[in-house]
């Protein structure tokens, strides 16, 4: 006894929501369909793992590339205030 | 926060010298990530509203984040002075792109087996900023906050005073035109070539 299912989603759809796929801000309906598109399709779920580093290489960017001569231009200006 | 008292010392201009000494470092990146070249004037404008506004400041733990807004709404508004007309790219052109799927198929480390891992390694911290100041300003401020700062997508649309589908759907082709342009900035920059890797 089998429920008709619904066809899968294609891969550029489960594609264009990876990103909020990640950040499970998808709605559940949708992030149910792409849960079962990656059980399937090695592609997307390299594209998965690309999406969490991609965001990791974002949320890495610290400060230590700031310009020393101007944090010291505006400490100038805070002791100045 | 929760669980932390608010602790609120008297505001003093020392005590908001000390805030503002401690801030610097993360201001000045922030500025420098939505602005190439007015990054300095942006902190100091933003250094001289928040000490006006310093008495509002509620609790000195949420320093920080309130002169980040501050920071981001003289942003704002001096872009909305400009005028600047919001340029939204199409949306097939931005929707379609895949950066991933263009490194398989591009191939640019051939004898490597983690060719995308290997690709975002050959950026550096400046690269990536000067990726992101070639996205349009419409798409560079959502993606610096949602992915660089830890903003809420909500407090995001508040600061750019947009409703929240929009700044989802700005944060979604930022992040496409961010992958693109981090492409196209590869290939100018030579990132690709083999003998840039670490051996
Ligand atoms: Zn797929």
Known sequence: MTEP?????????????????????????????ITEHLAICQRCCGELEFVKHLRGLLAAQTTDE?????????????EEL | MS????????????????????QLPRLLALARRLTRDEAEDLVQEALLRGYLAYPELEA??????WLQVILVNVYRDRERKRARSAEELPVADADNFSLYRTIVEEDPFPYSDTVHLDFLHSFTKED??????????????????????????KEVARLCQAPLGT??????????AFEREMWTYAEEMGLLKEHRRTP
């Open chain 1, 5 to 33: 299912r619904e066809p899968l989603i294609p891969c550029d759809q489960a594609v264009r929501q990876l990103w909020a796929y990640v950040e499970a801000s998808v709605p559940p309906v949708d992030h149910a369909k």
């Open chain 1, 66 to 78: 700031v310009p020393p001569e101007l944090i010291r231009q505006l400490n100038q200006f805070v």
């Open chain 2, 3 to 22: 669980g932390t008292p608010a602790r609120r010392t008297p505001r003093t201009k020392d005590a908001f010298q000390a805030l503002a000494r401690a």
């Open chain 2, 60 to 65: 000195d733990q949420a320093g920080g984040r």
């Open chain 2, 128 to 153: 990536v900023r000067q990726v992101l100041l070639r996205l349009p300003e419409i798409y560079r401020m959502p993606l610096v906050l949602c992915h660089m700062e830890g903003f809420a997508t």
């Open chain 2, 167 to 176: 700044v989802l759907a700005r944060l979604h082709r930022g992040r496409k």
